[in-house]
């Protein structure tokens, strides 16, 4: 306690001037702390949409909608796609990349561009706010069950719009049971990327129900992704990460990708280290285990697998 | 000190925590269920654990006998509340199931009725008045770790499916003998086979089953306001693993679901015509609509308003007969209004909340964004796909509409309403084209069951004929009629009790109250700060 009086005193001016407590920019993850577990079976009342086209995005992604709006106006009147620097309001630097390439994004000049990345069970934001930067055309969503944690990501991401204008738009975070709406939001084949990063263990065999794993969650998943699309998970259980790993083994629509295709991938490589968890695990020098699946267009034969296995242990 | 220790400790304040938790969760009230059995004129009623199953047009009764499990006698098929009742669609057997977490599959062999006449006439079988005795075998069971809520069979009736209060739908092949063959005498200990589990939404009340006639596709549809048509594959004991669509549109937990199939008509040796697009899937929902949808795609089609919403926003009670649901506190109306437009900042915190009035507190009471109003309970559809009859909650008509293939619409054809029939529970067309119902007086007590007939009039309406098609005795042996019941209705019962736990439950603030006093945690924490105080007076 009293090293930090003597900081807070102003005493000797060797060590760097601490900024007062009102002008620190960042949330301070202190007045954040919640309780690691909340019970995804409540029937809470959540503000869910009814369907996913009722739900408006522009609270989400206020200026990459716009920006998208914009370019849609301009690129009616005009064949060629303008450059749209001009309409960039900030950061024409980090605008101008964006633009070029947004036009050979995914989605076609007269969609509105749709979350395509989900990172469920978001905990602090440390993914999202990696992928941000890696993936700036895409639109990524955070889903956080606990209230506070949730409001903390969206304090941290504001901070960092505001401070490097131009990026950072393209992620946000909402606070739902991600079990139960996930249909709700997105359409059929929309993401691409599912994250499930140290997700909770629940290892009373009674509550394996509730883990964020199992094979009737995986159907809703396979509905959700698009016929290619990955789905990422990582654990520091090794018997999660077993479970994990032989639900989606038995699963028809969805195949393990390679290791290569996997040291290939910027996010796999995020995976272990990019969220608060994942630094904790590593501080304590843990294991952690990582399954990453490809959701694939037609169901697979289960049974010569299950067959491949027998061969394998015979 | 442990619970155990405190129980024995403190007898009296036990017993009295006993029976507050045994009146909280009596359990769900019973309901009375209707099957008509497609290829004959057999007609099973069930209110609770009684069933009755009679041919209305031979007067045979059917009993149904389940074969002692472990050594003990059973007099009921059941044990507990019966919850599913259902025919299979070629009309072989007959599938039951309900709280005691079994469900089980008869043989209805009407063959059975004339073998057992010739062999035993003597055996209680009265020929005289026409009327038999039959006995009809468990040929299936099934062990579900959870109460089921559903059911359906698959469309070949190879399959039946369960589902539960938790989400899962279970399936478990259905295994007759042959028919023809002898009936053997039954194993005494009949095996209680494990269901496969076929898919499942995530921890909420599935509350239909529902195959698709071209036999490809399965409806469920659960409390959390959705439908969801899912692909049966070629083995659905692996499971089923692609969903095709959800159809999203209601705004209140779904109740029940039924596929539409318009009647091919080939006159003169030329077929009709198909409609685009083939059969349709209806659902009915706590929000007072009856929804058409597109099951390939998950398009809303039509929808029609069965029950408008309780008039007024903040409006008080109607009169003494609503209760319970109905009685939402003032704020929930106004909520109930405001468009969900994707507002999840913290909707319990205090800015959101302030803005929707301070009336409720702090937390949002209804999650629906309906307001509240009677729902729907049960619908049927006529086998020529023309008709839909609709049961709403709390009123003693039943809706008739009629459903426009080509305009692709639902349009009120006929409220129905039976003379001695009240608030109707569940509906169903008859494979003679006469439309069925039961009902009775909605109480958490209730034994009655009232049964009704209707049939078609050459122009399309609909008249009661229930004495017509059912006679005296036969009406004795399916009906239960209590007269204490309706007295006991017309003091003041509740209306809505059947989609009552389909429903977020409401707690006015003395009962949640009370709730919290229960919780130990907080007697804890009054402990603790009445030690400090009295520390800190020490103290001083």
Redesign the interface.
């Given at each position: 306690m009293s090293p930090k009086r003597e900081r807070e005193d102003g005493g000797n001016g060797e060590k760097p001037q601490h900024k007062k407590k009102e002008e620190v920019a960042h949330p301070r993850k202190r007045f954040y702390r919640a309780r690691a577990h909340s019970n995804p079976l409540n029937d809470a009342s959540f503000d869910v949409p009814t369907r996913p086209e009722d739900f408006d995005w522009t609270d989400h992604f206020p200026e990459f909608l716009q920006e998208w709006r914009e370019r849609q106006q301009q690129q009616q009147p005009e064949a060629a796609a303008a450059p749209a620097s001009g309409d960039a309001a900030d950061g024409s630097s980090t605008a101008a990349p964006a633009s070029t390439s947004a036009p050979s994004s995914s989605s076609s000049p007269s969609e509105q561009p749709l979350v395509r990345f989900v990172d469920i069970g978001c905990g602090f934001g440390g993914l999202l706010v990696k992928l941000s930067t890696i993936y700036p055309d895409t639109l990524m969503l955070g889903m956080e069950i606990r209230d506070k944690v949730s409001e903390y990501v969206r304090e941290r991401i504001a901070a960092l719009r505001r401070e490097q204008p131009g990026s950072y738009r393209n992620a946000s975070v909402m606070r739902t049971n991600a079990m139960k709406y996930l249909p709700n939001y997105f359409h059929k084949g929309q993401l691409t990327k599912m994250f499930f990063l140290f997700p909770d263990p629940h290892f009373k065999a009674a509550n394996h129900r509730r883990r964020i794993i199992n094979t009737h969650l995986l159907t809703e998943y396979a509905h959700l992704l698009a016929p290619g699309g990955w789905l990422y998970t990582i654990s520091d259980v090794p018997e999660l990460g077993e479970w994990m790993r032989s639900k989606l083994e038995s699963h028809p629509l969805f195949e393990r990708v390679s290791e290569e295709e996997l040291a290939a991938d910027p996010a796999a490589g995020l995976l272990a280290l990019s969220s608060e968890e994942g630094q904790k695990v590593a501080r304590n020098g843990g294991a952690t285990f990582r399954n990453v699946y490809r959701r694939l267009a037609a169901p697979r034969q289960l049974q010569q697998q299950q067959q491949q296995e027998q061969e394998k242990q015979e | 000190m442990g619970r155990r220790r405190w129980n024995k400790k403190h007898p009296e304040k036990a017993a009295e925590q006993r029976q507050q938790q045994l009146r909280q969760d009596a359990g769900d009230p019973p309901v009375r269920l209707l099957a008509l059995q497609p290829n004959s004129t057999t007609v099973a009623v069930a209110i609770g654990t009684r069933l009755a199953v009679v041919d209305y047009k031979t007067g045979c009764e059917y009993t149904l006998s389940a074969p002692p499990q472990a050594g003990q006698p059973q007099c009921q098929p059941h044990a507990g509340c019966l919850r599913v009742l259902l025919f299979s669609p070629d009309g072989r057997c007959l599938l039951t199931g309900g709280d005691d977490k079994s469900a089980r599959l008869w043989l209805a062999e009407a063959e059975t009725a004339r073998t057992s006449e010739a062999e035993a006439p003597a055996a209680g079988a009265d020929v005289s008045a026409g009327s038999a005795t039959a006995n009809w075998c468990c040929a299936n069971a099934w062990l579900t770790p959870k109460k089921m809520s559903a059911g359906g069979f698959t469309r070949d009736g190879s399959y039946a499916m369960f589902a539960d209060k938790?989400?899962?739908v279970l399936i478990g092949r259905v295994a007759l003998p042959a028919p023809g063959t002898e009936q053997q005498p039954e194993p005494q200990q009949l095996q209680l086979q494990t269901p496969g589990?076929l898919?499942?939404?995530?921890?909420?009340i599935v509350t239909g089953v529902a195959a698709s006639p071209c036999g490809r596709y399965l409806a469920t549809s659960d409390k959390?306001?959705?439908v969801?048509v899912?692909v049966l594959?070629s083995e659905p004991l692996?499971?089923?693993?692609?969903?095709q669509?959800?159809c999203?549109?209601?705004?209140d937990f779904v109740s029940c679901v039924a596929f539409a199939a318009p009647a091919v008509r080939s006159a003169d040796g030329q077929q009709q015509q198909q409609p685009q697009g083939g059969a349709v899937l209806l659902s009915g929902s706590g929000d007072g609509t009856v929804r058409m949808w597109d099951h390939v795609t998950g398009r809303q089609l039509a929808s029609y308003v069965a029950s408008a919403p309780a008039a007024a926003a903040g409006g008080g009670a109607e009169g003494g007969g609503s209760g319970g649901a109905e009685e939402e506190p003032s704020g929930a109306g106004e909520e109930g209004e405001e468009e969900?437009?994707?507002?999840?900042?913290?909707?319990?915190?205090g800015p959101a909340g302030a803005g929707q009035g301070d009336a409720d507190g702090v937390?949002?009471?209804?999650?629906s964004?309906a307001p509240p109003c009677a729902s729907v309970l049960s619908l049927a559809v006529s086998a020529d796909g023309s008709t839909v009859a609709v049961v709403v909650e709390g009123e003693d008509e039943v809706q008739l509409l009629s459903l426009d293939w080509e305009k692709r619409a639902l349009t009120l054809q006929q409220r129905l309403r039976w003379p001695d029939v009240r608030y109707p529970c569940q509906v169903a067309f008859g494979p003679t084209g006469h439309l069925w119902v039961v009902g009775g007086v909605p109480l958490p007590t209730a034994r009655s069951v009232h049964v009704g007939v209707a049939q078609r009039g050459p122009t399309g309406h609909f008249t009661p004929c229930t004495d017509e098609v059912l006679s005296t005795r036969v009406r004795s042996l399916l009906e239960a009629r209590v007269e204490e019941e309706e007295a006991k209705m017309a003091e003041g019962g509740e209306l809505f009790l059947y989609s009552k736990h389909l429903r977020?439950p409401v707690y006015d603030e003395s009962e949640a109250l009370t709730r919290k006093r229960m919780r130990n945690d907080h007697k804890e924490t009054q402990r603790l700060a009445a030690l400090r105080l009295r520390q800190d007076e020490k103290a001083k």
């Open positions: - | 938790f989400g899962d589990s898919l499942g939404h995530f921890c909420t959390d306001f959705k969801r899912s594959p692996q499971g089923s693993y692609e969903i669509c959800y999203l549109g209601h705004q969900g437009d994707g507002e999840e900042e913290g909707a319990e915190e937390e949002p009471q209804r999650r964004k977020k």
